[in-house]
């Protein structure tokens, strides 16, 4: 429990627009020793939303190539 409420303190701070990129998340992960599907879940429950993705997973229209291009 203890972890769950440090995580989702810790993602709030990181994310006071909402909004978190998915390197700070996953460093984020490694600091508190967690998986990174776990931190996904909570940014879900706290309806964060993880921007610049590196797989390039959650695109937004700023970064996003078009489809059928190589990115």
Same mark, same amino acid.
């Given at each position: 429990m203890k972890t769950a409420l440090s995580l989702d303190h810790e993602l709030r701070a990181a994310a006071p627009d909402g909004r978190i /990129?998915? /390197?700070a998340a996953l460093d984020l992960a490694r600091r508190l020793s967690v998986s %990174?599907? $776990?931190v996904g879940a909570a940014c879900n429950r706290l309806g964060l939303k993880?921007?610049?993705c590196q797989l390039g997973c959650f695109e937004d229209s700023k970064t996003s190539? %078009? $489809?059928g291009s190589p990115s």
């Open positions: /990129a998915c /390197a %990174p599907r $776990k993880i921007v610049s190539f %078009p $489809k």
